[in-house]
């Protein structure tokens, strides 16, 4: 090693400062010209113009920027797609599962979204090397200067062509003013980065505690204390509460004897299959609509379990006890009202569907269930 | 340009500078294209008076895309105080003159506008129980009074704020600038109501029964457009031929490119707005114009509609260094243009034709005249006034002006 003084501080460039956007450009193609390689420009501001002076290509940035975006286009749509017409298709207002029109602003929040933010952040973790946020020029009077109005140009020390004499001749000829040189600490650029120390992941760990512990404090318990319970406490009965106006303290009442409620018709073959069978007559024929009602009503209620063609082969076989075929001799040989009569009351394991359907859906089923079961057996004359 | 002279030497720098004389050669091919364009819609209209009317309307909101337009992106830059486009803002300045000649036109078709909206035939009206209830805006009187309120105002303020800038030539006053910002700041808000009113009365109520909340907005976006490609147009060519007085740096074109390219964005934003809504939403008095736009060959209008007006100028016009090539600049503004024209069409004849769109000499007459009628504005403006504004204080920033 040669026996040199290792000065404290290390020169890191001479900078000099100029007043006008064209004196800076200036400043940077006659740098390029005089072939300097590493030296930079300081701006407040995105002066154009000056890419092609330093004669650096085009920002790569912009690449990030269409890939992410891009990308943001296609998991949006794919999303979409995947949530509203393949994992749980559902209607929505009548659109389309896969529809378009109501995609698009949705995609393009998410390409906006994805593209800008992805580009911020490749910006500093990429190009700004953050975390690390140190460098020579910070805390200079020649950063105050060019962060406010002033244009400024930094020709390193590191550039092989440099000579601090010539470049501050240079500088001078170029009618530069203020040049300075630049000098630096050793500890000032190796300064370890203190994202990973354990004292900053630990306060972070704490922050996240504490937001949680709070979230879930005042979520469960804080919300159930007063005055912040008062949607909880409500002037109206609760279930299993006492009912304070009504002297039996019901608070359901029963209906006034000898009366029904509006629009309710009571069922007059309660338990009684032999007589609904006997004494019904289906009072639909079997037109188009009637059919096409029937066939809606047996799909949304009667296909989970006896399948779509009444086959017994539905979706829920091995779940629950296996729902016979609607097609049996028996079922066949049923008059409308025996159908009905399940319908309405139940049968065994079938829960009653009288609440569902209303009367002039179940006659539809049935007439609906009449044209499967004849698809499926059809008589010999059926075939003319 | 030293940076260092003072504005006063500077003013008088370039009003020193020879008068700008355009080839006579342009002027003469003006008047020729408005001659022929003006009996061609004189015979349009004794052969078909009715789809020349049709025609006329949209040439009336044409030239109102223009001329309001243009005062409109003149009072923008008052308001803003923005500088890279005081050098080129007489440009705007003399295509707003075009609101001159608005009354020749809304006169012609306020006596045809029978024709034009169903709602004037008063025994249709009456058994429509909608059209009935809105007789006390859609009526003839209340119409009238409107069109000419409008147009009184828009002239109003064209008067005042031209007349304060040209008198700056002379005098050089900082005060009027000041004088212009405050009749800019208050005709802001009076263009964004009465364009509004405007597109609905002349527009929308071609179709009385539809209605669309963002129907002013949408016109407006293509009036901007037209403003701004008619300014870029005639700003590059000037500057291109050696006409421009001084200096227009790359910076000035990227401005005016990356303006364009906004509106386009912006144009698309609001079209499709207004269609989503209305495609979301069902309702048919409601979806029946879209409908309308779907029939028969207006079908492929309406999606050529979507490919000229949005997707051609967008990739276009969409990298930096498109934003600042004179050529594309040139070719865009004039496909802009056409574009609106276009997209005026698809609004404005769909209630002529229902079955099918409909193209013939007739709609290609009425744009020869309004560009004959531009080109023999603008060089007549140009022989008459300073194709800079010299004495605005702005001026030398404006030519200095850097990205």
Not at chain 1, 41 to 64: D, E, F, W
Not at chain 2, 184 to 208: N, R
Not at chain 2, 296 to 323: C, D, E, M, N, R
Request: charged content about 15%; hydrophobic content about 45%.
């Amino acid at each position: 090693m040669p026996d040199k003084i290792i000065p404290e501080k290390i020169l890191y460039s001479v900078t000099g400062i100029f007043d006008h956007p064209d004196e800076i450009i200036n400043a940077a193609e006659q740098a390029e010209k005089a072939g300097y390689k590493k030296y930079d420009i300081n701006t407040s501001y995105p002066v154009h113009g000056m890419s092609t002076a330093m004669r650096i290509g085009p920002s790569k940035l912009s690449y990030i920027a269409l890939v992410f975006g891009l990308s943001g286009t296609t998991l949006a749509l794919l999303f979409m797609w995947y949530v509203s017409s393949w994992d749980y298709p559902m209607v929505i207002g009548g659109k389309p599962y896969f529809s378009l029109p109501a995609f698009i602003p949705i995609t393009f929040e998410v390409t906006v979204l994805l593209a800008s933010i992805m580009t911020v952040v490749a910006m500093l973790f990429i190009f700004f090397k953050l975390p690390n946020n140190s460098h020579p020029l910070h805390d200079t009077d020649y950063m105050k200067m060019v962060s406010s109005d002033r244009f400024g140009i930094s020709i390193q020390a590191s550039d092989p062509l440099f000579d601090e004499v010539k470049v501050k001749d240079f500088l001078q000829n170029l009618g530069a003013h203020h040049i300075t040189p630049i000098y630096f600490d050793e500890s000032e650029i190796s300064v370890k980065n203190t994202v990973f120390e354990p004292k900053f992941i630990g306060f972070l760990l704490a922050v996240f505690f504490a937001t949680a512990g709070f979230t879930y404090f005042s979520l469960n318990y804080i919300l159930a204390w007063g005055p912040f319970n008062w949607m909880w406490n409500q002037h109206k009965l609760n279930p299993q509460k006492r009912s304070e106006l009504f002297s039996d303290g019901f608070g359901m009442r029963m209906p006034v004897e000898g009366t029904v409620a509006r629009g309710y018709m009571p069922y007059l073959y309660k338990g009684n299959q032999a007589a609904a069978s006997k004494y019904m007559i289906n009072p639909l024929l079997p037109t188009k609509e009637v059919l096409s009602m029937g066939q809606q009503k047996f799909v949304t209620f009667c296909s989970p379990c006896h399948g779509y063609l009444a086959k017994g082969d539905s979706r829920l076989r091995g779940q629950f006890p296996n729902p016979p075929s609607l097609h049996s001799e028996k079922v066949r040989n049923y008059q409308d009202g025996d159908i009905y009569h399940i319908i309405t009351e139940g049968q065994n394991t079938m829960p009653s569907y009288a609440k569902q359907i209303t009367r002039e859906e179940r006659w539809a089923i049935i007439l609906y269930l009449r044209a499967l079961q004849r698809s499926q057996n059809a008589k010999e004359t059926d075939i003319k | 340009m030293n940076p260092n002279d003072s504005t006063e030497n500077f003013a008088k720098n370039i009003s020193m500078q020879e008068p700008i004389k355009l080839p006579g050669s342009i002027n003469i091919t003006g008047w020729i294209l408005l001659i022929i364009g003006v009996l061609a819609i004189a015979i349009s209209f004794f052969v078909d008076r009715e789809r020349s009317s049709f025609n006329l309307l949209i040439m009336l909101m044409f030239l109102l895309s223009i001329g309001l337009g243009s005062l409109f992106l003149v009072a923008l830059e008052y308001v803003a105080g923005a500088v890279w486009s005081t050098p080129v803002r007489r440009v705007s300045e003399f295509l707003s003159s075009s609101l001159i000649f608005l009354p020749v036109v809304a006169i012609i078709l306020i006596f045809n506008m029978h024709d034009l909206y169903h709602w004037t035939h008063s025994e249709y009206v009456q058994s429509d129980k909608i059209l009935s209830q809105k007789t006390p805006y859609l009526n003839y009187v209340f119409f009238i009074i409107r069109v000419a309120f409008f147009i009184g105002i828009w002239l109003l303020f064209y008067f005042l704020i031209i007349k304060n800038s040209r008198k700056q030539d002379k005098t050089g006053e900082q005060v009027l600038t000041k004088r212009n910002t405050n009749l800019s700041a208050a005709f802001i808000p009076i263009f964004a109501l009465t364009i509004t009113f405007a597109s609905v009365d002349w527009m929308m109520s071609l179709e009385p029964h539809w209605y669309s909340t963002i129907f002013g907005v949408y016109y407006f976006s293509g009036t901007v457009l037209a403003a701004l490609a008619s300014a870029t147009l005639i700003i590059v060519l000037l500057r291109q031929k050696g006409y421009f007085p001084v200096k227009l740096l790359q910076d000035h074109l990227y401005s005016l490119g990356a303006l364009m390219f906004a509106f386009i964005n912006f144009w698309a934003y609001i079209a499709f707005s207004q269609y989503m809504l209305i495609w979301y939403a069902n309702i048919p008095e409601e979806t029946s114009w879209m409908l309308q736009r779907w029939t028969g060959s207006w079908k492929f209008v309406s999606i050529g509609l979507i490919i000229v007006h949005f997707i051609v100028p967008y990739f276009a016009l969409l990298s930096q260094p498109a934003k600042m090539n004179p050529k594309r600049l040139i070719i865009m503004s004039i496909w802009i243009l056409f574009a609106h024209i276009y997209d005026l069409y698809w609004i404005i004849m769909p209630t002529y034709s229902r079955d099918g769109a409909v193209f013939g000499w007739m709609e290609l007459v009425f744009p020869v005249a309004l560009v004959g009628l531009i080109i023999v504005l603008f060089s007549y403006k140009l022989r008459n006034n300073n194709l800079v504004p010299i004495g605005d204080p702005k001026l030398e920033r404006g030519i200095n002006f850097r990205l």
